[in-house]
């Protein structure tokens, strides 16, 4: 029972161009989003999240969507630079009994070409 | 300040010996946790302790799996025996959570790749 769903195993982009990545959940109970950056060899870094009561936050050339309805947030990065070449995870954390666990989506492995 | 510090990074063994893996969380923070990460596939929480508790055990496969946290600081995760399937990167981190402000900002250590021959 795969809760947080990243559908693209992999995205491609020109240094200097829009990254989308995408997740989706099916979890209700879900009320805090978070996107973590892992390069090889070394342990995932969290890199941006948001409430459920927001539908957008926004650091620097991060941007974090929530499409609460549809059950699906996105990450966009722009503009893409070749440093951000890495698998970002989507995660979800629940209130109620689940309190404090955090569910990671599959990754998604994002290559920025110069 | 220094990270989450695991131990080893890397451990080859044959299946059905033991092994352990060391965790030092950053200093100060009450919460840690141990995650699974098989090739391909995001992290999987094991185990989660709060101080020297542990609050959420559910996916421990307990058969074989077992985890202490002494003093609620340093962690150790062993796995005996270990079988082909083990064969995963075990991943620990650790939070500060104060009350109800639980926001999933976890820190990761590098972890610890497991290869059962």
């Known amino acids: 029972d795969q809760q947080v769903k990243q559908n693209s195993p992999s995205l491609s982009v020109q240094e200097g161009r829009i990254s989308i990545l995408n997740c989706d959940y099916t979890n209700s109970m879900f009320d805090y989003f978070l996107w973590y950056k892992k390069y090889p060899a070394e342990g995932p870094t969290f890199l941006i999240s948001?409430?459920?009561?927001?539908d957008k936050n926004e650091d620097g050339r991060f941007t974090v969507f929530l499409n609460k309805s549809a059950k699906h947030l996105s990450l966009h990065i722009v503009p893409s630079q070749p440093g951000d070449s890495a698998v970002y995870f989507c995660?979800?954390?629940?209130?109620?009994?689940?309190?404090?666990?955090?569910?990671f989506g599959q990754g998604t492995i994002l290559t920025v070409h110069p | 300040e220094a990270g989450v510090v695991q131990s080893p990074r890397y451990k080859i063994i044959e299946k059905k010996q033991p092994v352990a893996f060391w965790c030092n969380p950053i200093?100060?923070?009450?919460?840690l946790y141990w995650y699974l990460q098989n090739l391909g596939q995001g992290p999987e929480l094991l185990i989660r302790?709060?101080?020297?508790?542990?609050?959420?055990d559910s996916q421990l496969p307990k058969d074989r799996f077992s985890a202490e946290r002494l003093k609620g600081v340093d962690s150790t995760l062993k796995i005996q025996p270990a079988e082909l399937g083990d064969s995963a990167v075990y991943l620990c981190a650790s939070s500060l959570v104060v009350g109800t402000a639980n926001t999933g900002e976890l820190f990761f250590g590098e972890g610890s790749r497991l290869t059962v021959l």
């Open positions: 302790y709060e101080n020297e508790e542990a609050v959420d």
């Open positions: 200093s100060g923070h009450n919460t």
């Open positions: 995660a979800a954390l629940a209130g109620g009994t689940s309190y404090g666990k955090l569910t």
């Open positions: 948001i409430s459920s009561i927001k």
